[in-house]
């Protein structure tokens, strides 16, 4: 069963993307913060984690740098409402591997995560 | 919500630049009701938004629709080339309401404001500042961030407004209390954009207000004259 950690300062957002991953046969872990997931992503290593961008203490930009220093095969997808051009290619560059566009399209999650991790 | 007293517009920028100013908030607003749209599965529809300036002492009283019950306040700051806040305002009937439609629960079953209520309507509000800074990126190149959203479950209209101009004076300092700096205002004057969101078939209705600081404003100018929104814009 692929895990995948979730992150987002938002329990909304990590309820619903619970509760799509886990009924397509996704193990979830959660982490709220930047900071909280290089931990949980050294702890666990999941197979791909879900990442919003904007989030206190450790935005989501700098999360993914700290996670590919740590594990350069690291699969991070970018989940974000912040579309603007030079951040999607600063997350390219740093490492990202999709970049998806809020509002949460299951379709286009789970399409992606497929991609990656089958 | 009521009317709200009209407020007698103040501003040092030519009409022509005040006009740009108001068709790029305009925009802006646009594209976040049209991604709220989209989150919610239902039709928003959008007041032409009102774009002034008002003297920092009538602030309180800007709101063309002013709600005089407490309200639930969701307030974003802006971070980066543009700074300021978007702040969305609910009656509590509409706020529970919204939490109902993003949760998938039976009308009526909010009756109160819970951790989740409060993180679907601040994900509301991040979607609203996102959108709005997105499209201010395509249209000027200018790259600003949204900050984690801060809801305020127990607020007033000018409760939130008083607020955000408080935060701009604190964070302006010298540049834009000289009166001789970019925002040419003085400091003593605040730029809001205002608009009405409503949801008919569910009687949501929300505040929208933009309220940048001025020397974004001058970045925008700025940005539009130089032409920096070419190879620029959204994904």
Do not use: W
């Not at chain 1, 886990?22 to 979830?28: A, D, I, K, N, P």
């Not at chain 2, 908030?25 to 938004?49: C, H, T, W, Y």
């Not at chain 2, 205002?185 to 949501?204: C, F, M």
């Amino acid at each position: 069963m692929p895990r995948v950690l979730i992150v987002d300062d938002a329990a909304f957002m990590r309820m619903r993307s619970r509760k799509l991953l886990e009924e397509h046969g996704y193990q979830v872990e959660e982490a709220q913060d930047g900071e909280e997931a290089v931990k949980k992503y050294v702890e666990t290593s999941p197979d791909a984690v879900l990442m919003d961008i904007t989030m206190p203490v450790m935005d989501g930009i700098a999360a993914l740098k700290e996670i590919k220093k740590r594990d350069p095969h690291a699969k991070v997808i970018m989940c974000t409402a912040v579309g603007q051009q030079s951040l999607v290619m600063e997350a390219i560059m740093a490492g990202a591997r999709d970049y998806l566009l809020k509002p949460f399209d299951p379709d286009k999650v789970l399409a992606s995560l497929k991609k990656l991790v089958g | 919500m009521k009317e709200g007293t009209t407020i007698a517009p103040t501003t040092s920028y030519s009409a022509s630049e005040l006009e740009t100013l108001r068709g790029i908030l305009a925009k802006g607003m646009e594209s976040a009701a049209s991604v709220l749209s989209d989150m919610i599965g239902r039709k928003i529809e959008m007041s032409v938004p009102d774009v002034c300036f008002v003297a920092r002492e009538d602030i309180s009283r800007v709101a063309k629709h002013s709600v005089e019950e407490p309200t639930i306040g969701v307030r974003i700051g802006l971070t980066g080339d543009v700074t300021g806040d978007v702040i969305l305002i609910f009656p509590r009937p509409s706020a529970y309401r919204l939490v109902d439609i993003l949760m998938g629960n039976e009308p009526g079953t909010t009756t109160s404001l819970t951790e989740m209520g409060g993180s679907a309507l601040c994900e509301v509000g991040n979607l609203a500042g996102s959108f709005f800074l997105n499209s201010l990126a395509e249209a000027t190149g200018l790259r600003a961030m949204p900050a984690p959203p801060v809801l305020d479950g127990e607020t007033l209209v000018s409760k939130m407004l008083e607020a955000s101009v408080a935060t701009r004076d604190a964070s302006a300092g010298a540049s834009e209390t000289s009166g001789s700096g970019p925002g040419r205002t003085g400091g003593r004057d605040a730029l809001v954009a205002q608009t009405v969101l409503t949801q008919s078939l569910e009687s949501v209705e929300a505040l929208f207000f933009i309220v940048p600081t001025n020397n974004s404003l001058a970045t925008i100018l700025n940005a539009l004259s130089s032409g920096n929104a070419k190879g620029s814009g959204v994904i």
